[in-house]
């Protein structure tokens, strides 16, 4: 007998495990979100529902996940089109850990004056000579 449980997706599987990570219950979580009842976590867990993409940021910053990654996972994953017409036009989003990345990478070796393809390639050599 074949039953009609959805097959887990992995913007779903990434909310669950951060969900077990979290010291919030599926209660508060939906209350934090605007809900009553837990139901939806659970329905988006379960990978029965998209989350909505307008409660991406709140359920984000609910779980402490970077807010990028996660609206890019669920776009690429239900909205694949979209997803390409928004990184075509605006390129890829940069998450927190990769801008805190480039803030160290300015501090220690300064990219302002980088203007030119030729200063970029001279640019791009010392920074590869420094991490080796």
């Not at 029965?48 to 776009?75: G, N």
Request: proline letters at 7%; aromatic letters at 6%; glycine letters at 2%.
């Amino acid at each position: 007998m074949a039953t009609n449980v959805p097959k887990k997706n992995k913007t779903a599987e990434y909310v669950a495990t951060h969900i077990k990570k979290s010291s919030l219950s599926q209660k508060q979580i939906s209350e934090a979100l605007g809900f009553k009842t837990p139901n939806l976590i659970t329905m988006i867990k379960q990978g029965s529902i998209k989350i909505p993409v307008y409660l991406i940021p709140k359920l984000a910053e609910t779980l402490k996940v970077d807010p990028a990654k996660l609206l890019a996972m669920a776009l690429k994953e239900y909205n694949p089109d979209t997803y390409a017409a928004i990184q075509s036009t605006f390129g890829y989003p940069i998450t927190d850990t990769e801008t805190k990345i480039l803030e160290k990478l300015q501090a220690s070796l300064p990219y302002s004056e980088v203007e030119t393809p030729e200063e970029l390639d001279a640019y791009l050599a010392k920074l590869e000579s420094n991490l080796k």
